[in-house]
Structures are given as structure tokens and as C-alpha cells.
């Protein structure tokens, strides 16, 4: 199985600031990776797939970068809205296989 | 476009059994698998197995193997999960998912296991 390790587990930030948050594999995922958006009572909702591929509807501010096993998803500039739970996931390979998730916070 | 439309919730006693649907749109059905996750009440995401609509063939995670059981009818475009002998700690929310290029998610069913 393989292992999904997020970065940090809590990020305090301030609207307008960037956030920078971190998932690494412990073995190649190639860029099957995905970053998930998930606030209280609803679905994750799916921000970026291909490790850099932004889903539709997804405001330019989220981006996804890949550099062997380790992942970045950044947000340029923090809206009110961002403040949330951020998960990865990687897909390629079975089980499919979760970060622990990283809780931006003001 | 894709849609997963999933069943309602669920209240269920320890010990009962629950199926969940999750009906398809917009893409081949038979074409790609459906996965399920889980995540319990103030937790992480945690994948419960696929099954791959083409055969009916699937696989599960370690820990649900002997409790769930995951299949389709190709008819309708649905997969269904059942999870038997339900305890308290498989109160979640299951979500169905599919990847085709591009992840696609249901809504979610919330089961709740209480005596």
C-alpha cells in the first residue's frame, strides 16, 4: 500500500496571504495524484487531478505541482472561502490511498 | 456530463446489513471502475474496495473483506455496496467514485449504526 504523507497537518494563514501545502508518496504515483477541498457537512470536492490539471470551475488561484514523489498544492492568495480541509489522494495504484489531510485555518 | 447519483440515508442496528446505490451518467458505465470510500465522523478518507462494471470482477480493502460485497447491474447503470454485520464504527459516509481521465464523486450516503 501505498503511503500518503501531508504537510503540515495544520496551516494558520491570513486572507490574501499564500499557502503552500505539501503530500508525498512513498513510492512513485507517477502523476496520478489528486488534491481534494472539503469543508464541513459536504463532499471533498475535487481541485486538481494529474498532480497539475485544475478540475473545471476551479478559480486560478489553486495550482498543483509534481517533483518525483512529492506534491504541492498552492494557493496563491487565501479567500475567505479557502479555509477548509485539503486532502491528496493518489490513484495509481489499488488501494487508492489518502493524505491525512491539512486544515487551513486563519 | 458525469454524474454519480447516490441512495438516501440510512439508520441501521448493529448486527443489521445496508446496501448503498450509486447510479451512473454521462459515460460508458462498463467502461471504468467504481471505487467506494468511507470516512467516519471527523476523519479521513479510507478506500473500501472497486469493482469493475464490465466482468462484476472486484477487490476490497484488507479490512472489509467477508463483511462487504460490492455489485452491478449494467441494465440500469447502478453499483451497490452492501456492508453485513454492521458495528457502531461503520457509521460514515460512503461515497462512490470514478475515475475516467478525470475523478468524479456521488453525493455521499450517510449510514448510521445505532442501537
Known amino acids: 500500500e501505498i503511503l500518503m504523507t501531508q504537510s503540515p497537518a495544520t496551516l494558520s494563514v491570513s486572507p490574501g496571504e499564500r499557502a503552500t501545502l505539501s503530500c508525498r508518496a512513498s513510492?512513485?504515483?507517477?502523476?496520478?495524484l489528486a488534491w481534494y477541498q472539503q469543508k464541513p457537512g459536504q463532499a471533498p470536492r475535487l481541485l486538481i487531478y494529474?498532480?497539475?490539471i485544475r478540475a473545471t470551475a476551479i478559480p486560478a488561484r489553486f495550482s498543483g505541482s509534481a517533483s518525483g514523489t512529492d506534491f504541492t498544492l498552492t494557493i496563491s492568495s487565501l479567500q475567505s472561502e479557502d479555509f477548509a480541509v485539503y486532502y491528496c489522494?493518489?490513484?495509481?495504484?489499488?488501494?487508492?490511498?489518502f493524505g491525512q489531510g491539512t486544515e487551513v485555518e486563519i | 456530463q458525469v454524474q454519480l447519483v447516490q441512495s438516501g440515508a440510512e439508520v441501521k442496528k448493529p448486527g443489521a446489513s445496508v446496501k448503498v446505490s450509486c447510479k451512473a451518467s454521462?459515460?460508458?458505465?462498463?467502461?471504468?471502475?467504481i471505487h467506494w470510500v468511507r470516512q467516519a465522523p471527523g476523519q479521513g478518507l479510507e478506500w473500501v474496495g472497486w469493482?469493475?462494471?464490465?466482468?462484476?470482477?472486484?477487490d476490497y480493502a484488507q479490512k472489509f473483506q467477508g463483511r462487504v460485497t460490492m455489485t452491478r447491474d449494467t441494465s440500469i447503470s447502478t453499483a451497490y455496496m452492501e456492508v453485513s454485520r454492521l458495528r457502531s464504527d461503520d457509521t460514515a459516509v460512503y461515497y462512490c467514485?470514478?475515475?475516467?481521465?478525470?475523478?468524479?464523486w456521488g453525493q455521499g450516503t450517510l449510514v448510521t449504526v445505532s442501537a
Open positions: 469493482i469493475n462494471p464490465n466482468n462484476g470482477d472486484t
Open positions: 513510492q512513485s504515483v507517477a502523476r496520478n
Open positions: 494529474a498532480a497539475s
Open positions: 467514485e470514478v475515475v475516467t481521465g478525470i475523478i468524479y
Open positions: 454521462g459515460y460508458t458505465f462498463t467502461g471504468y471502475y
Open positions: 489522494q493518489q490513484y495509481d495504484d489499488w488501494p487508492q490511498t
